[in-house]
């Protein structure tokens, strides 16, 4: 039989707490009785061996071999992983206090999470599951099905699936604590676990298990590491100097704009006045101050992570268990980006109608400060038609944004042997609710617009008491809360059904009901004036106002069959058959259009239903050699944000040039010269019959090859293919900006209750538009030796990708390996961990562990060449490269004192920073690299300590 591999293990437990995960070694060493579970990817329950599908396994020991204290850590370790969302995106980058897996790049949203084999409340509508709700230190082993797996889970599980297995059995009380703290300052972090275990399942009957962990980690601020602490980084390429320049027009003080029919001024009052940018993290540029806000935002954002874990179960007899687990979490990421920055309307005319229209309240410190110095700019002041004041709140500080997951899962259910079936039936309540909070640096648009017009605070000129001034504008109140919540209940089944050559096949068969319900109910400021929120004048600089309340809810249901048939004595042939039923979703209140037309509560979107296969082979043709191969279909129904969300305000776009460019289109006058920032909005798909969202179709194959060379070394290799059509998908704001076609259908002009004029918009409402194709190995080798100072293992695995591409009519094949895409993402052509282990005794263990990412093509960012005389000069386009990133980590693990077992170790141990990116965009807010892929941390040392009493 093949030995166990990292990436070999079989996945099990789909079910439950009570069904005894029992490793292979476990069940030769223990019990004569040959015992059989359920593997991840199969419902029929048979002997834990390699099996058909391709899986990868962390066992709980290379799981603390990581160094890492929390999951999402986890999930970004493994090299199948790519596309996901991580902890910094919510600096700014719309992370929104969320952390996420996905496997093969494929994206989060096709990647379902498990706990024990179960589904968990998702974030948003679809599948995606924030992992800060889930403890590392309850943990037992964390298992991925990397080959999609439809026709078991249903919809959403086309990538494939992650499952985390919790403890179980346990009778030991362990306490656990882990410091962990950088070389430099900045982002430390500390765990603390206590666990309890009560009964024996085998000898008592019963086994009753709790657990409590808190975890915490600091932030990290851009200015604590070199190589992000401004917007302004020098670099040398091709022997020449160059700068990064991302700075901001949104400055404090606030640039103002002046508009007459012949001439458009940008300039700072602040610089004419004084000749120089007098505020901190200013620069001049031309007549105007830039602002360097990438000097001010957070690297990573601060964490914190409560939970109670606990699970039993009781054994009624020898065939029949009851189970019930329980996981409840509070999970808070605090998050501080830039302080706010905001366009704001002194007057304006419409363009169309030509028609006035002046806020009053900023009328006086215009006039008293910006009026006075028009004339050193060539503008006569009663030709100004429109000004504009681009506000940077300093002031009042960075926003900073907390945002709190408060989780509860809980499950039941009993396993038992009837008439010769192995029988699980459960019910699972899984819900968590999610909070934002301001908790500084946003302000009340009617409270700052008071002080404006009363004049104890000037926008346009440097406020020596200007924090304590703009104190009582600051927001500190809830900006929105979230409630999701799944039920499900479901019941399978397998038995050996008749007999072949190769032994006894085995049929499995088993349907489930879930209802899901989600409300988005945002705060009165975060809805601001409209029809929804009658007598509200209130907005929030610096935010989000214009969001829209959903309260929506759908059911499902599904059931499956599957026959495993062991056609010969090495040749092993699975099929499976799963078909589901998704309801229209059900809107249980009213939202506005653009226009401010209501859609009441109803039925919205269409029925979705859909049938899938899959077919697996196993073959060994020798003892030492398996193959392996499958070939299935999946689909995804759309999400009930996709079909039932609300026209909301999307924030701002990228930097992009105005693509409005024929003569007499009314929009075009609202363009802005240049490169500039321009409103969006998003909405869901409501539609019904004609356009209405259909179901994303996929087919999965995978072909793999096992081999056990010798006693000392194995390799393991899979090609794997993913193709999706009818792909649900908003455009990309680079699709819809440089695509005359696109830009023309979905840009409008939009009145902003926060700048209080109107702007040019782009809307993205989710559509069947885009087929993607997905492709790539993943491999791994073991070899084992003994040698003079102890047994040696090394582990090389990795994912290397052969295709990664989108195409979205009208705009062509793109394809993201090695490069940026419209998307703003990167799929890294390989990604690879080396790991070495040494076991010198029992009582000592080393490991140097080499973790890889290639490099690939860099984003085209704001650069500019660096004069002779060490000045900024031209802006220049420019193509480079982002270098590979490699770093080490090395872990001593320690057992001299009986029941006490002490880790130490270094991640980064030769302080590898962050290779040079010029991306403005993807992710947070940071500058000069990319948080989302490398770790900003530096060398850092962490000590783990554990006893067993």
Avoid at 38 to 60: D, H
Avoid at 94 to 119: C, E, K, P
Avoid at 760 to 784: C, E, M, Q, W
Wanted: proline share 4%.
């Amino acid at each position: 039989m093949l030995k166990q591999t990292v990436i070999s293990a079989s996945l099990r437990s789909i079910f439950s707490v009570g069904l005894g995960l029992l490793s292979t070694n476990a069940m030769a060493q223990d019990s004569q009785v040959i015992q059989r579970v359920e593997i991840t990817g199969s419902s029929i329950k048979r002997i834990n061996q390699e099996g058909a599908l391709p899986v990868q396994s962390l066992s709980r020991a290379e799981i603390e071999q990581t160094g890492v204290t929390n999951v999402a850590d986890l999930v970004a370790l493994l090299p199948a992983m790519q596309g996901f969302i991580t902890s910094s995106a919510s600096v700014n980058g719309g992370g929104g206090g969320v952390q996420t897996a996905s496997v093969h790049a494929i994206g989060t949203a096709y990647t379902l999470v498990l706990l024990n084999g179960r589904r968990m409340a998702p974030y948003g509508t679809g599948s995606a599951v924030n992992l800060a709700s889930i403890p590392l230190s309850a943990v037992e082993r964390v298992e991925i099905l990397t080959d999609g797996a439809s026709t078991l889970y249903g919809s959403d599980a086309i990538a494939g699936v992650i499952n985390f297995i919790l403890k179980k059995n346990h009778q030991d009380l362990t306490i656990d604590g882990t410091l962990t703290s950088p070389e430099k300052s900045g982002g430390r972090s500390s765990n603390f676990s206590i666990s309890k275990g009560f009964g024996d399942l085998d000898k008592d009957g019963y086994n009753l298990m709790l657990a409590y962990s808190h975890d915490e980690q600091k932030s990290l601020n851009a200015n604590q590491r070199e190589f992000s602490k401004s917007g302004i980084r020098r670099f040398e390429q091709g022997g020449k100097q160059y700068a990064i320049s991302q700075t901001s027009g949104n400055s404090n003080p606030a640039n103002v704009e002046v508009v007459t029919a012949n001439a458009d001024k940008l300039f700072s009052a602040d610089f004419l006045t004084n000749g120089q940018c007098t505020a901190a993290n200013t620069f001049v540029n031309g007549n105007a101050c830039r602002y360097d806000y990438a000097a001010t935002v957070q690297l990573m954002p601060e964490l914190k992570r409560d939970s109670v874990f606990a699970n039993g179960t009781l054994r009624l007899n020898t065939d029949t268990n009851l189970f019930s687990e329980l996981v409840m979490s509070k999970f808070s990421n605090t998050a501080r980006y830039a302080p706010a920055a905001q366009p704001l309307t002194v007057f304006s005319t419409d363009p169309e109608t030509g028609v006035k229209s002046v806020n009053a309240a900023y009328m006086g410190a215009y006039n008293k400060t910006v009026v006075p110095l028009l004339s050193k700019v060539g503008i006569n002041a009663a030709d100004a038609t429109d000004a504009f004041l681009y506000y940077r709140g300093a002031d009042a500080g960075g926003r900073t944004d907390e945002y709190r997951t408060d989780a509860i899962h809980f499950v039941a259910g009993a396993d038992s042997r009837v008439a010769g079936w192995d029988v699980n039936a459960a019910y699972t309540h899984s819900q968590n609710k999610q909070i934002d909070t301001a908790v500084a640096g946003y302000l009340s648009g009617n409270a700052f617009e008071e002080l404006v017009r009363s004049g104890a605070y000037n926008p346009f000129v440097v406020n020596p008491n200007g924090a304590s001034v703009l104190a009582p504008a600051v927001l500190h109140q809830v900006l929105g809360t979230t409630h999701s919540k799944i039920d499900v209940a479901n019941v399978r089944g397998s038995r050996e059904v008749f007999t072949l050559p190769g032994g006894a096949a085995s049929l499995g068969l088993g349907a489930d009901f879930t209802r899901q319900s989600y409300q988005d109910d945002p705060s009165a400021i975060s809805k601001g004036p409209g029809p929804g929120n009658p007598g509200w004048t209130d907005v929030t600089i610096g935010g989000g106002t214009g969001s829209q309340a959903l309260d929506a809810s759908r059911k499902s249901w599904g059931s499956f069959a599957e026959l495993l048939m062991p056609v010969m004595k090495n040749l092993e042939l699975t099929g499976a058959l799963r078909y589901d039923s998704y309801d229209a979703v059900e809107k249980h209140n009213t939202s506005y259009d653009i226009n401010g037309v209501p859609s009441k509560a109803g039925t919205v979107g269409e029925d979705v239903a859909k049938a899938t296969y899959k077919l697996s082979a196993r073959y060994t043709p020798v003892q030492s050699v398996m193959l392996r191969g499958s070939y299935g279909t999946g689909f995804k129904a759309p999400t009930m944000n996709d079909v039932a969300d609300p026209l909301k305000n999307g924030g701002s776009s990228e930097f992009f040039a105005c693509p409005i460019t024929k003569a007499g289109d009314p929009r075009l006058i609202y363009c802005k010269a240049g490169e500039s920032e321009y409103g969006l909005l998003t909405s869901g798909n409501a539609t019904k019959g004609n356009g209405s969202l259909q179901a994303e179709r996929s087919k999965q194959s995978s072909l793999g090859l096992r081999w056990e060379a010798t006693s000392a070394l194995s390799v393991g290799v899979d090609l794997w293919d993913v193709k999706l059509r009818n792909q649900i998908r908003t455009l990309s704001q680079e699709q819809i900006f440089t695509n005359p076609v696109l830009a023309d259908k979905y840009i409008s002009v939009y009145y902003d209750p926060i700048q209080k004029s109107k702007v040019l918009v782009a809307t993205l409402s989710p559509v069947n538009l885009a087929s993607s194709h997905y492709r790539g190995i993943d491999f791994d080798s073991t070899y084992k030796t003994g040698t003079p100072l102890g047994k040696l293992a090394v582990n090389w695995s990795g994912t290397y990708m052969l295709k990664a591409e989108q195409d979205v009519p009208g705009s062509g094949v793109e394809q993201s390996i090695g490069r940026f895409d419209s998307y703003n993402d990167v799929v890294f052509r390989l990604i690879s961990r080396v790991n070495f282990s040494l076991k010198s005794s029992e009582k000592l263990s080393n490991t140097l562990t080499v973790n890889y990412r290639s490099g690939y093509h860099d984003a085209a960012g704001p650069v500019v060449a660096v004069n002779a005389d060490g000045t900024l000069g031209d802006a220049v386009k420019m193509k480079r490269d982002v270098s590979d990133y490699t770093t080490v980590d090395y872990q001593a693990k320690l057992n001299f004192i009986k029941n006490l077992t002490l880790t130490l170790g270094v991640r980064n141990l030769l302080a590898e920073e962050p290779p040079l990116s010029i991306r403005n965009s993807g992710g947070g807010n940071q500058v000069g690299y990319d948080g989302r892929y490398t770790d900003p941390l530096g060398r850092t040392f962490y000590v783990t300590a554990a006893y067993k009493f």
